[in-house]
């Protein structure tokens, strides 16, 4: 589970340093960039708190909140 958010995690911050990269360098205009940002930000977050609530060899994952 841990390696599956983590894989999580950094698809998220590839896609918005990615998109950060292509809207500094005028490649892309700033709502395609705000577009990418607001789609890949809430799975980064939550793999990121799924990432540092799974241990390896634990079926149960803790509860993280509302």
């Known amino acids: 589970m841990q ?4 894989m999580l995690v950094a698809m998220g911050v ?3 340093s990615t998109a950060f990269a292509l809207h500094w ?8 960039f705000a577009a990418i940002v607001v789609l890949a930000f ?3 977050v939550l793999g990121l708190f799924l990432w540092w609530m ?3 060899g634990e079926e149960d ?6």
């Open 54 to 56: 799974a241990d390896e």
């Open 25 to 32: 360098s005028g490649w892309i205009p700033v709502w395609v």
């Open 61 to 66: 994952i803790p509860f993280i909140g509302y």
């Open 14 to 16: 590839l896609a918005c």
């Open 3 to 6: 390696r599956s958010a983590g």
């Open 42 to 44: 809430p799975p980064t």
